[in-house]
């Protein structure tokens, strides 16, 4: 009976911690700014030009 009290408790704690991990996961995608194209290869173009 102890065992199957352990295991719940521990299924349940597993269970919140994952879904804080995802909920946190997905505001901080959702507050990510996307790059535009020149922020994103503007480091291999400069260096594409100045050879």
Known sequence: MRT???GAVLL???T????TFISAAVSA???AKA???SERFAPA???ANSS
Do not use: N, P
């Open 35 to 37: 790059a535009t194209f």
């Open 45 to 47: 173009l400069k260096s």
């Open 4 to 6: 199957l009290i352990f």
């Open 29 to 31: 995608a959702r507050d």
């Open 16 to 19: 919140v911690g994952f879904s």
């Open 12 to 14: 349940a704690l597993a």
